[in-house]
């Protein structure tokens, strides 16, 4: 069954309804809860849509959230097929946890000893003022399986940026391990325009060095997917790095996050 599919979503208010479609319609969860069935030609209007909007405004993540879902089925599947081939990733596809701020023990996670990785998720929560619950939920993704590798991805993305220690502007965006890790054309295009964005000293220090730092860390550690986060809480942040195989953020770093 196929529906009609709002177009008018350039919007802040996401995707303009048009022709009376509301996402009650039944055929809205055929595959999971909020999913919309879109035709080849649909995506390809969504994936140009949604991506000049997001060169626009990178902060738009309902844009960006859209152009990942449009354009990334062939990317998804080699990410799963990695999941399934991993004993960590295999059981985590099997039990399907979330991220959210209901299914986090904020208190203990408080108490933890400074430098442990769910006190330091924690203060990165706290210092940037952000939570995992504002992760846009998946919707264009024509396979209920594939939808939770793309919400599994966006919800462990505020743990990566403490696992890696970037910061949430532009540049401590661009220079991730994700292209490398994912093969999604989102996070290649963002690896290639973020620095358009960019000073001219942070643009040296993008490609001297963190953009190298941040590729080596995509070829040679484990896949980003494969960890289950949520039992690694009581260990030291250093202890992780090493287990799986990522540097340690450059010293440039701790100025950025100074300067913001």
């Known amino acids: 069954l196929k529906c009609p599919l709002p177009f008018a979503f350039i919007s802040k208010n996401k995707y303009s309804r048009i022709r ?3 996402h009650t319609d039944s055929c809205y969860d055929s595959l999971y809860p909020g999913h919309i069935h879109t035709t080849p030609i649909q995506k390809l209007l ?91 939920d998946v919707k264009f993704v024509d396979s209920e399986e594939l939808a939770y590798v793309v919400l599994r991805y966006r919800e462990v993305h505020d743990l990566l940026h403490t696992l890696l220690g970037m910061p949430t502007n532009m540049l401590g965006e661009t220079p991730s391990p994700s292209p ?3 093969g999604l054309p989102m996070c290649a295009l963002g ?4 620095p358009l964005r960019l000073n001219s000293s942070r643009l040296q220090s993008l ?54």
């Open 20 to 22: 009376g479609i509301t």
């Open 46 to 136: 969504l994936a140009v849509g949604s991506g000049v909007a997001a060169l626009q405004n990178p902060y738009r993540h309902d844009m960006v959230a859209v152009l990942g879902e449009t354009t990334g089925h062939l990317a998804l599947i080699k990410l799963r097929d990695r999941m399934r081939n991993d004993p960590e990733g295999y059981t985590i596809l099997t039990e399907r946890p979330r991220i959210r701020l209901s299914t986090l023990d904020l208190s203990k996670m408080t108490s933890l000893p400074d430098g442990t990785f769910g006190r330091e998720y924690l203060r990165f929560l706290e210092d940037n003022h952000v939570t995992p619950d504002s992760r846009a």
């Open 180 to 182: 490398a890790q994912t």
């Open 191 to 194: 690896a290639v325009l973020g």
């Open 207 to 260: 490609f001297t060095s963190l953009g190298p730092w941040a590729l080596r860390n995509g070829r040679r550690s484990r896949c980003v997917l494969s960890i289950f986060y949520e039992r690694r809480w009581e260990q030291s942040l250093e202890d992780l790095r090493q287990e799986l195989n990522i540097e340690p953020p450059p010293p440039i770093l701790s100025a950025v996050k100074k300067t913001g």
